[in-house]
Antibody, heavy 118, light 108 residues
Framework: QVQLQESGPGLVKPSGTLSLTCVVS?????????WSWVRQSPGKGLEWIGE???????NYNPSLKSRVTISLDKSKNQFSLKMSSVTAADTAVYYC???????????WGQGTLVTVSS | EIVLTQSPGTLSLSPGERATLSCRAS???????LAWYQQKPGQAPRLLIY???SRATGIPDRFSGSGSGTDFTLTISRLEPEDFALYYC?????????FGGGTKVEIK
């Protein structure tokens, strides 16, 4: 059973950088799946941020692309999200998830709340 | 980007009744790559249906999905107490992946 667990600061200052990590257990991050980040805020519902493949290939939501970087660390079986120049609008619960080919986001982490505030 | 519109916003039903949720896409969803999720307060979304009509592992057969192109439906044949929750549709046929605004199924 694949499990994902997000971690990172719950509070980030405006104009700062949000950094989150997702540790994958019960499966290899080098398998033929995409590894994604999704966020959920009261104002905008569920929003896909982007994804990364084990080869390092990435896809990002154009609305966030200029501020987002997703990377992976195979040695630690984890992947990460960095989002720069954050504002209050980036306050949300951030989820990491696995996207299986043809099936989409099937395994999700429990989510972590990130609040942007001074 | 494909915009997904879900209706109704809220569905008030009693246990044992049939629930029919709609999801309409602003353009055709490639390969019918349309999924449905259930979400309860404080929990991550749970995959119910993928590929418009395939049930995910462990999902009871009272949940069924149908549709193609731009119009999709999630049907819950007989509502159980644990089915009262938020439901989202999600398209993964083209980037960026997008989600609908959700339908809340509440107890009448």
């Amino acid at each position: 059973q694949v499990q994902l667990q997000e971690s990172g600061p719950g509070l980030v200052k405006p104009s700062g950088t949000l950094s989150l990590t997702c540790v994958v257990s019960g499966g290899s991050i080098s398998s033929s799946n995409w590894w994604s980040w999704v966020r959920q805020s009261p104002g905008k519902g569920l929003e896909w941020i982007g994804e990364i493949y084990h080869s390092g290939s990435t896809n990002y939501n154009p609305s966030l692309k200029s501020r987002v970087t997703i990377s992976l660390d195979k040695s630690k079986n984890q992947f990460s999200l960095k989002m720069s120049s954050v504002t209050a609008a980036d306050t949300a619960v951030y989820y990491c998830a696995r996207a299986a080919a043809g099936i989409t986001l099937d395994y999700w982490g429990q989510g972590t709340l990130v609040t942007v505030s001074s | 980007e494909i915009v997904l519109t879900q209706s109704p916003g809220t569905l008030s039903l009693s246990p044992g009744e049939r629930a029919t949720l709609s999801c309409r896409a602003s353009q055709s969803v490639s390969s019918n790559y349309l999924a449905w999720y259930q979400q309860k307060p404080g929990q991550a979304p749970r995959l119910l249906i993928y590929g418009a009509s395939s049930r995910a592992t462990g999902i009871p057969d009272r949940f069924s999905g149908s549709g193609s192109g731009t119009d999709f439906t999630l049907t819950i044949s007989r509502l159980e107490p644990e089915d009262f929750a938020l439901y989202y549709c999600h398209q993964y046929g083209s980037s960026p992946l997008t989600f609908g605004g959700g339908t809340k199924v509440e107890i009448k």
